[in-house]
């Protein structure tokens, strides 16, 4: 066990994430307090606290209270009037303190409490989400990075904009780490739309398609070989790391995880990735292959983790804070901390050889009973639930023999169940066996036959809209019910997993099973299927045939049929691709979409196909033409901007394309901005005018509280019930007022929203340098309010 | 026989603003869209009521107590305005030495809105709570509430808001609500004056903040001045963020002295008078030797009982401006605290020679305070030893003085009573200023004193708690009172009065003796 190097309890809550340890007051060097003796000054804690008050906490605070000269025990608070909503803090060049960052819904505050000054105060009408410090190169100064809805800024230490992007979603976490080796740091965002991206300046390097909202990342300080490795949690329990662009391992558990650190626990030398749980699970793992080097369950949830020096010993603690307010520290120096690496050197070893390298849950960790077990366990299995199942049984393989003494009885009693399951297993088949014995030796062995096997294919459904998945098992054999994993990109609206049962589940089976696919999003990946067949319809035992079913990218298109009268509202994007023949673009298109989908053969230079997707049936049109003298100028046209863009990328990133520019001809899509831009700027002076009315409501409300105070002190009563009864009437006007600002608030993050989407997509229809040209450009248009000249950002036409 | 519309001019540059208000409504009756007549009515109401709002202006009570604006509760000493009483950067000595304002202030040399009547909330009391309410009003008047002088609740603005509606019988020149201000917006001319007469005349931020932005969009957020009246217009709202952005923005297209100064009053509203401090620099910069950012400056030093730095702004204010009352003023009243009388007595003297001037050029009846002059002379010529001046100059004070005033005057008679020896003079001159202001806690304290040499202990007592109820700032009645008690026996009520005093002055070697001891008799 790791005794905590000190607890606290503060007496309020610590909501998740809403914490952060900075040096408000100084320099870390010598304070001279009043004994006159120099000691180190430990960090100071900053909680946000309820009642829109941030709380600062410094354990010299707390040795004050204890000498009991304090009265106000030690613990200070920040009025701040509005919704904190992110906490963070950073020094800048320069400075010799840390100067607290505070977001909310519409402003970002940056605050010097030491000075007790603003050192700026700017609004952030997205929303602050998230909030990083950090220097990113080719940018000279420490910037503070601010992810709200669709949206990525970063300020400077004056509070102007110096950075500015445009993402898919919420921006909910981001880290700056080198992911890509080169020496400089990226900035790696993870966003609700299950993406995360890396930045170098303002273009988007690579983006890496999750199964769920990522809610967590944090960069890995490791030796040489590992520095591009960053740590990822998902809104579904799932934490893992990243190599760059390739996921070393990750793990699923049922809670939610609320905060990740990387920090070195055992003292070996090699950080470990930290991550707290809803369910108050403290855990470190290997980074190197997810093992569990250390666990514990604190009573309350834990809502943040941080590391640094908050009692001012000179060494970096791990900082535990829980929801009940409680705040403990652990020492990875300790005694303690170095017994936890030699108990667990020599087990390691044997976990490593087995999983490194590979994706933990892909190496099909689960045997085939277990998922039987889950199957007959609990038939409905296409719901979250049974995923959940699977998953947290997994998590018990995962455990390492360290974890298992630590919750020895748990596993124990688990190995017994395991036990039993295996010798009825093997009490079966001596059955069987002796069934066997008796005569009519094939039919009656719940085996396979030698060359059984199972097929499966993926066609389009045009029918049902569809893809459908056909799953044919060799002759003879029955196919009893089917998983289908999708464990990269999050196709499927119930989770990683759909199921498929032959006649819903009552056993009678057939050669042949067809489950229906609807992937929610075009994203190329591949399909895990485990086919669970069986000799019999009845037999009891079912063998697992796992299979991998690629799908492509475009695998929801298919060919036209009628394309008569889409002709009208269709938008386009032309671009020319240097250095590249017609058969190479061909090529690459054949190998995003289904087969037989593209032409084979072109004609005279020429291609041309029309698609119509089966989601929505909206419709994609690409014609290439070879260039006389080298290159392919193509246009891709469809009814919605995304799709261009999606087809856009996709190619470039077929071809290989470095830097692509194209003129975008979207009427439809530019009519929407420019109705949703004057929406914008109505919502935004009908704030502005509720702001000032609510603001001088709530002046009369104080001078009425003023007058009837006086009333009172003079006992006039007529008076005192005369402005009591306005005071009200006047706070019920304040409440109407407040409800309409926030409908208000809404309407315009939601416009806003949409704004930052369509100059993202806009942006992705372009490749390299000319697409982050395109957002700066858009950031410059929309800063001074020039439609025209966003338009001509997001067409590239000198006019419309 | 002139033009009317000349005539009407000509008052308006003479500022016979009402003359030049009677003849454009005559104008305007006869025309109603004369649009030259308009702006001058106009500008004539705005002048007629307007107050230059640069540099001060007093915090109402709902302000002072229900102001939630300053983000750190407990700021570090010396970086707030609103501390309590035993921060700051001055010496200790400090605080024998120099006598409180009520607001529980050191005295400033000059008296202004903020000095006087100090509304914010002390230690111990939770802002808005109606215990601080209660104390609030105690201090805006004398004595009780609601007494001396309407209590108002948001300050100057709203009551001249309502001051300047009763001259137009006929309805209101101007009625906003009935206003198409988009249209304004585009006749820069006219909106400003509209802006001005909204903020100065009507008191209507919120109409006037409306024109603001609609002609800022009108000129493309390029016009400084738009920028800086949409700061005004948030700030009266309350909405200092906004306003600190609009100051901010407006300083960028143009740097003026008057904007600096808003965006001053804005932190100093946050309570962050360091970026107050910073906003002044800058301005300096831009305007070297200004006299008005530097006393700005120089107050916020003295809110922030930074005295040296304070007495500093104030010198470069007079090597700018060598008249200038607030400085003359503030220097003298240092230098007389600091004892050094003889000098203290040249600055007012300058003072004096400043006010005969003015008397004779303006030929107004008032001059510039003279009770208080007269009196701080008188205490500067006793304490250099001009003994003859001394009552003379005191008559003089008297004779001038009013209810506000003459208690301190009497006080500092007593005082000098006192310092003679003649303890019988002092003792009736004591009785004389508590009569005329029954909340006067220093004449009460040397009451008591006088009381307790005269051996009327139970008089002594009574008169140390009347001066500790009716100001919870001074140490000297609860050490004074802990002191009797101790000498009378009664070591409990001595020892809780004494640890009164220690809150209040933490470095009173005294009251830190007195404690002392009795925790050593008692524990």
């Given at each position: 066990m790791l005794a905590p190097s000190f607890r606290t309890k503060l007496n309020t809550p610590i909501q998740p994430g809403l914490a952060c340890l900075g040096h408000f007051e100084g320099d870390a060097d010598a304070v001279h307090d009043e004994q006159g003796g120099g000691r180190r000054r430990g960090a100071t804690l900053a909680i946000a606290s309820s009642g829109n008050r941030v709380l600062l906490h410094s354990s010299s605070d707390t040795a004050a209270a204890r000498g009991g000269h304090d009265e106000s025990g030690g613990a200070r608070y920040l009025n701040l009037n509005r919704q904190v909503s992110a906490l963070s803090c950073g020094r800048f060049k320069g400075g010799s303190r840390d100067t607290l960052l505070v977001g909310s819904t519409s402003s970002l505050l940056a605050y010097d409490v030491h000075d007790n000054s603003d050192k700026f105060f700017a609004e952030v009408p997205e929303g602050v989400r998230s909030l990083r410090f950090g220097n990113l190169h080719g940018i000279g100064e420490p910037l503070i990075f601010v992810g709200g809805d669709c949206s990525l800024q970063g300020f400077d230490r004056s509070g102007t904009e110096q950075f500015w992007t445009v993402v898919g979603g919420c921006a909910t976490s981001m880290i700056l780490a080198d992911v890509d080796r080169d020496g400089k740091d990226e900035l790696v965002v993870g966003s609700d739309d299950f993406e995360i991206r890396a930045f170098q300046n303002e273009q988007s390097l690579f983006e890496i398609t999750e199964t769920e909202s990522v809610q967590h990342l944090c960069p890995l300080e490791t030796n040489e070989a590992h520095s591009s490795r960053f740590a990822y949690g998902l809104r579904n329990g799932t934490i893992g790391v990243y190599d760059g662009k390739t996921r070393v391992w990750r793990v699923k558990a049922k809670d939610d995880v609320q905060a990740m650190v990387a920090y070195d626990i055992d003292g070996d030398g090699v950080q470990e990735i930290i991550s707290g749980w809803s369910n108050g699970k403290l855990e470190a793992r290997r980074?190197?292959?997810?093992?569990?080097v250390y666990r514990e369950t604190l009573d309350s949830p834990i809502t943040a983790l941080f590391t640094g020096d908050f009692r001012g010993t000179g060494s970096e603690e791990l900082i535990c804070c829980t929801l009940s307010g409680e705040v403990r520290g652990y020492d990875g120096h300790s005694q303690d901390a170095a017994n936890l690496r030699t108990f667990t050197g020599a087990d390691a070893y044997n976990f490593g050889e087995t999983?490194?390298?590979?994706?933990a849950l892909a190496a099909g960790r689960f045997s085939g009973d277990e998922v039987m077990r889950a199957l007959r366990g609990d038939l409905a299995i296409e719901n979250d639930a049974g995923d959940q199942a699977i998953a947290s049984s997994l998590m018990h393989q995962q455990q390492d023999p360290r974890a298992r003494v630590s919750t020895h009885n748990a596993e124990l009693a688990q190995l017994q169940e395991q036990l039993t399951l295996k010798t009825m297993e093997l009490r079966s088949l001596e059955d069987n066996l002796k069934h066997a014995d008796a005569g009519n030796m094939h039919e009656s062995l719940g085996s396979l036959p030698a060359h059984a096997g199972v097929n499966v294919t993926l066609s389009q459904n045009l029918e049902a809209s569809c893809l459908d998945l056909c799953v044919q098992a060799s002759e003879?054999?029955?196919?009893?019910s089917v998983l289908i994993f999708s464990l990269d990109a999050g196709l499927f609206t119930e989770g990683e997993c759909v199921a498929g049962m032959n006649s819903a589940g009552t056993g009678a089976a057939s050669g042949r099973l067809v489950v229906s696919l609807r992937p929610l999003k075009n994203a190329a990946t591949k399909l895990r299927v485990q086919a669970m067949v069986s000799a019999r319809g009845a037999s009891e035992f079912l063998h697992i045939f796992e299979l991998e079913q690629p799908l492509r990218r475009f695998s929801m298109f298919a060919p036209a049929q009628d394309t008569s009268d889409r002709n009208r509202s269709l938008g386009n994007a032309s671009f020319f691709v240097p250095n590249q023949t017609l058969e190479a673009v061909r090529s690459a298109s054949d190998r995003l979409?289904?087969?037989?989908?593209?032409?084979k053969e072109h004609v005279s230079h020429e291609l041309c196909f029309e698609l119509a997707s089966l989601r929505d049936d909206s419709l994609l049109r690409i014609t290439a033409a070879e260039e006389p003298n080298g290159g392919v100028r193509m246009k891709v046209e469809s009814t919605t901007l995304e799709i261009v863009s999606e087809f856009v990328q996709a190619l470039a990133r077929e071809l290989d394309l470095q830097r692509l520019e194209a003129c975008l001809d979207f009427p439809t899509v530019l009519h929407h901005l420019e109705g949703l831009l004057a929406r914008v700027a109505e919502l935004r002076s009908l704030r502005q005018r509720l702001n000032a009315e609510m603001a001088d409501e709530s002046n009369y409300i104080k001078s009425l509280v003023v007058r009837a105070e006086d009333a009172r002190v003079l006992q006039d009563v007529t008076n005192l019930t005369s402005t009591y009864a306005d005071l009200t009437s006047v706070n019920l006007q304040l409440i109407g007022e407040y409800n309409k600002r926030s409908n208000n608030q809404a309407e315009l993050l939601a416009a806003l929203r949409e704004v930052n989407q369509i100059i993202q997509r806009a942006s992705q229809v372009r490749v390299g340098a000319p697409q982050a040209a395109v957002v700066s450009a858009c950031r410059k248009a929309l800063k001074s309010q020039s439609i025209p000249a966003l338009f001509h950002a997001i067409t590239s036409m000198k006019s419309s | 026989m002139a033009s009317p519309a000349f005539l009407a001019m000509s008052r308006f540059r003479r500022r016979r603003y009402e003359e030049c208000v009677d003849l454009c409504s005559e104008i305007l009756a006869e025309n109603p869209y004369d649009k030259a007549i308009w702006l001058l009515k106009t500008q004539a109401l705005t002048a007629m009521t307007f107050i230059d709002d640069s540099d001060l202006e007093e915090l109402g009570i709902a302000d002072a107590v229900m102001d939630?604006?300053?983000?750190?509760?407990?700021?570090?000493?010396?970086?707030?305005?609103?501390?309590?009483?035993?921060?700051?950067?001055?010496?200790?000595l400090d605080r024998v030495m120099r006598p409180m304002s009520n607001a529980g202030r050191p005295n400033s040399g000059f008296v202004r809105p903020s000095t006087q009547n100090g509304m914010r909330p002390g230690t111990g009391e939770t802002p808005g709570s109606r215990a601080a309410l209660e104390s609030a009003m105690r201090k805006t008047g004398?004595?009780?509430?609601?007494?001396?002088?309407p209590v108002t609740a948001l300050g100057r603005h709203v009551r001249l808001g309502t001051a300047s509606m009763r001259a137009e019988s006929d309805g209101p020149f101007i009625d906003v609500s009935r206003m198409d201000l988009q249209k304004y917006a585009h006749r820069p001319t006219l909106a400003r004056a509209l802006c001005e007469f909204l903020l100065y005349h009507d008191h209507n931020a919120r109409k006037a903040l409306e024109l603001a932005a609609e002609a800022t969009s009108a000129c493309n957020f390029e016009d400084w001045f738009w920028k800086s009246r949409l700061g005004k217009c948030y700030y009266l709202l309350g909405l200092y963020r906004d306003a600190e952005q609009q100051f901010k923005s407006s300083l960028r297209t143009q740097q003026s002295v008057d904007t600096f100064l808003d965006l001053g009053k804005v932190y100093l509203r946050l309570d962050q008078p360091q970026n107050a401090l910073d906003a002044y620099a800058q301005a300096l910069e831009a305007f070297p030797g200004s006299t008005a950012v530097l006393t700005a400056k120089a107050r916020t030093y003295e809110m922030m009982r930074d005295g040296d730095q304070s007495l500093r702004a104030f010198k470069d204010v007079l090597r700018h401006d060598p008249s200038h009352v607030e400085a003359i003023a503030s220097l003298g009243a240092h230098y007389f605290y600091s004892d050094q009388p003889e000098i203290a007595l040249r600055f007012y003297r300058r003072l004096l020679e400043i006010t005969q001037s003015t008397e004779s050029a303006s030929g107004s009846a008032r001059s510039y305070a003279s009770t208080e002059l007269w009196n701080n002379v008188a205490l500067c010529c006793f304490h250099s030893g001009q003994y003859d001046m001394t009552m003379r100059c005191f008559e003089n004070a008297l004779a001038s003085a009013d209810d506000s005033n003459m208690a301190d005057v009497w006080f500092n008679v007593g005082h000098v009573g006192v310092s003679l020896g003649d303890l019988g003079f002092a003792y009736q001159c004591f009785k004389v200023a508590v009569s005329i202001d029954p909340q006067h806690v220093e004449a009460y304290n040397n009451l008591g004193v006088l009381e307790v040499r005269k051996g009327n202990q139970e008089d002594a007592a009574a008169d140390f708690a009347q001066a500790r109820s009716a100001g919870s700032f001074a140490y000297e009645p609860c050490f004074n009172g802990a002191l009797l008690a101790y000498k009378r026996g009664d070591f409990p009520t001595s020892l809780r009065l004494a640890e009164a005093s220690r809150v209040l002055f933490s470095d009173h070697p005294e009251t830190l003796e007195l404690v002392e001891m009795l925790r050593a008799k008692l524990v």
């Amino acid at each position: 066990m790791l005794a905590p190097s000190f607890r606290t309890k503060l007496n309020t809550p610590i909501q998740p994430g809403l914490a952060c340890l900075g040096h408000f007051e100084g320099d870390a060097d010598a304070v001279h307090d009043e004994q006159g003796g120099g000691r180190r000054r430990g960090a100071t804690l900053a909680i946000a606290s309820s009642g829109n008050r941030v709380l600062l906490h410094s354990s010299s605070d707390t040795a004050a209270a204890r000498g009991g000269h304090d009265e106000s025990g030690g613990a200070r608070y920040l009025n701040l009037n509005r919704q904190v909503s992110a906490l963070s803090c950073g020094r800048f060049k320069g400075g010799s303190r840390d100067t607290l960052l505070v977001g909310s819904t519409s402003s970002l505050l940056a605050y010097d409490v030491h000075d007790n000054s603003d050192k700026f105060f700017a609004e952030v009408p997205e929303g602050v989400r998230s909030l990083r410090f950090g220097n990113l190169h080719g940018i000279g100064e420490p910037l503070i990075f601010v992810g709200g809805d669709c949206s990525l800024q970063g300020f400077d230490r004056s509070g102007t904009e110096q950075f500015w992007t445009v993402v898919g979603g919420c921006a909910t976490s981001m880290i700056l780490a080198d992911v890509d080796r080169d020496g400089k740091d990226e900035l790696v965002v993870g966003s609700d739309d299950f993406e995360i991206r890396a930045f170098q300046n303002e273009q988007s390097l690579f983006e890496i398609t999750e199964t769920e909202s990522v809610q967590h990342l944090c960069p890995l300080e490791t030796n040489e070989a590992h520095s591009s490795r960053f740590a990822y949690g998902l809104r579904n329990g799932t934490i893992g790391v990243y190599d760059g662009k390739t996921r070393v391992w990750r793990v699923k558990a049922k809670d939610d995880v609320q905060a990740m650190v990387a920090y070195d626990i055992d003292g070996d030398g090699v950080q470990e990735i930290i991550s707290g749980w809803s369910n108050g699970k403290l855990e470190a793992r290997r980074h190197e292959d997810g093992s569990v080097v250390y666990r514990e369950t604190l009573d309350s949830p834990i809502t943040a983790l941080f590391t640094g020096d908050f009692r001012g010993t000179g060494s970096e603690e791990l900082i535990c804070c829980t929801l009940s307010g409680e705040v403990r520290g652990y020492d990875g120096h300790s005694q303690d901390a170095a017994n936890l690496r030699t108990f667990t050197g020599a087990d390691a070893y044997n976990f490593g050889e087995t999983t490194s390298g590979m994706d933990a849950l892909a190496a099909g960790r689960f045997s085939g009973d277990e998922v039987m077990r889950a199957l007959r366990g609990d038939l409905a299995i296409e719901n979250d639930a049974g995923d959940q199942a699977i998953a947290s049984s997994l998590m018990h393989q995962q455990q390492d023999p360290r974890a298992r003494v630590s919750t020895h009885n748990a596993e124990l009693a688990q190995l017994q169940e395991q036990l039993t399951l295996k010798t009825m297993e093997l009490r079966s088949l001596e059955d069987n066996l002796k069934h066997a014995d008796a005569g009519n030796m094939h039919e009656s062995l719940g085996s396979l036959p030698a060359h059984a096997g199972v097929n499966v294919t993926l066609s389009q459904n045009l029918e049902a809209s569809c893809l459908d998945l056909c799953v044919q098992a060799s002759e003879g054999c029955l196919v009893h019910s089917v998983l289908i994993f999708s464990l990269d990109a999050g196709l499927f609206t119930e989770g990683e997993c759909v199921a498929g049962m032959n006649s819903a589940g009552t056993g009678a089976a057939s050669g042949r099973l067809v489950v229906s696919l609807r992937p929610l999003k075009n994203a190329a990946t591949k399909l895990r299927v485990q086919a669970m067949v069986s000799a019999r319809g009845a037999s009891e035992f079912l063998h697992i045939f796992e299979l991998e079913q690629p799908l492509r990218r475009f695998s929801m298109f298919a060919p036209a049929q009628d394309t008569s009268d889409r002709n009208r509202s269709l938008g386009n994007a032309s671009f020319f691709v240097p250095n590249q023949t017609l058969e190479a673009v061909r090529s690459a298109s054949d190998r995003l979409f289904e087969e037989n989908t593209v032409p084979k053969e072109h004609v005279s230079h020429e291609l041309c196909f029309e698609l119509a997707s089966l989601r929505d049936d909206s419709l994609l049109r690409i014609t290439a033409a070879e260039e006389p003298n080298g290159g392919v100028r193509m246009k891709v046209e469809s009814t919605t901007l995304e799709i261009v863009s999606e087809f856009v990328q996709a190619l470039a990133r077929e071809l290989d394309l470095q830097r692509l520019e194209a003129c975008l001809d979207f009427p439809t899509v530019l009519h929407h901005l420019e109705g949703l831009l004057a929406r914008v700027a109505e919502l935004r002076s009908l704030r502005q005018r509720l702001n000032a009315e609510m603001a001088d409501e709530s002046n009369y409300i104080k001078s009425l509280v003023v007058r009837a105070e006086d009333a009172r002190v003079l006992q006039d009563v007529t008076n005192l019930t005369s402005t009591y009864a306005d005071l009200t009437s006047v706070n019920l006007q304040l409440i109407g007022e407040y409800n309409k600002r926030s409908n208000n608030q809404a309407e315009l993050l939601a416009a806003l929203r949409e704004v930052n989407q369509i100059i993202q997509r806009a942006s992705q229809v372009r490749v390299g340098a000319p697409q982050a040209a395109v957002v700066s450009a858009c950031r410059k248009a929309l800063k001074s309010q020039s439609i025209p000249a966003l338009f001509h950002a997001i067409t590239s036409m000198k006019s419309s | 026989m002139a033009s009317p519309a000349f005539l009407a001019m000509s008052r308006f540059r003479r500022r016979r603003y009402e003359e030049c208000v009677d003849l454009c409504s005559e104008i305007l009756a006869e025309n109603p869209y004369d649009k030259a007549i308009w702006l001058l009515k106009t500008q004539a109401l705005t002048a007629m009521t307007f107050i230059d709002d640069s540099d001060l202006e007093e915090l109402g009570i709902a302000d002072a107590v229900m102001d939630d604006n300053a983000t750190a509760s407990m700021p570090r000493p010396g970086t707030s305005l609103n501390g309590d009483n035993a921060s700051g950067k001055g010496s200790s000595l400090d605080r024998v030495m120099r006598p409180m304002s009520n607001a529980g202030r050191p005295n400033s040399g000059f008296v202004r809105p903020s000095t006087q009547n100090g509304m914010r909330p002390g230690t111990g009391e939770t802002p808005g709570s109606r215990a601080a309410l209660e104390s609030a009003m105690r201090k805006t008047g004398s004595s009780r509430p609601g007494t001396s002088r309407p209590v108002t609740a948001l300050g100057r603005h709203v009551r001249l808001g309502t001051a300047s509606m009763r001259a137009e019988s006929d309805g209101p020149f101007i009625d906003v609500s009935r206003m198409d201000l988009q249209k304004y917006a585009h006749r820069p001319t006219l909106a400003r004056a509209l802006c001005e007469f909204l903020l100065y005349h009507d008191h209507n931020a919120r109409k006037a903040l409306e024109l603001a932005a609609e002609a800022t969009s009108a000129c493309n957020f390029e016009d400084w001045f738009w920028k800086s009246r949409l700061g005004k217009c948030y700030y009266l709202l309350g909405l200092y963020r906004d306003a600190e952005q609009q100051f901010k923005s407006s300083l960028r297209t143009q740097q003026s002295v008057d904007t600096f100064l808003d965006l001053g009053k804005v932190y100093l509203r946050l309570d962050q008078p360091q970026n107050a401090l910073d906003a002044y620099a800058q301005a300096l910069e831009a305007f070297p030797g200004s006299t008005a950012v530097l006393t700005a400056k120089a107050r916020t030093y003295e809110m922030m009982r930074d005295g040296d730095q304070s007495l500093r702004a104030f010198k470069d204010v007079l090597r700018h401006d060598p008249s200038h009352v607030e400085a003359i003023a503030s220097l003298g009243a240092h230098y007389f605290y600091s004892d050094q009388p003889e000098i203290a007595l040249r600055f007012y003297r300058r003072l004096l020679e400043i006010t005969q001037s003015t008397e004779s050029a303006s030929g107004s009846a008032r001059s510039y305070a003279s009770t208080e002059l007269w009196n701080n002379v008188a205490l500067c010529c006793f304490h250099s030893g001009q003994y003859d001046m001394t009552m003379r100059c005191f008559e003089n004070a008297l004779a001038s003085a009013d209810d506000s005033n003459m208690a301190d005057v009497w006080f500092n008679v007593g005082h000098v009573g006192v310092s003679l020896g003649d303890l019988g003079f002092a003792y009736q001159c004591f009785k004389v200023a508590v009569s005329i202001d029954p909340q006067h806690v220093e004449a009460y304290n040397n009451l008591g004193v006088l009381e307790v040499r005269k051996g009327n202990q139970e008089d002594a007592a009574a008169d140390f708690a009347q001066a500790r109820s009716a100001g919870s700032f001074a140490y000297e009645p609860c050490f004074n009172g802990a002191l009797l008690a101790y000498k009378r026996g009664d070591f409990p009520t001595s020892l809780r009065l004494a640890e009164a005093s220690r809150v209040l002055f933490s470095d009173h070697p005294e009251t830190l003796e007195l404690v002392e001891m009795l925790r050593a008799k008692l524990v």
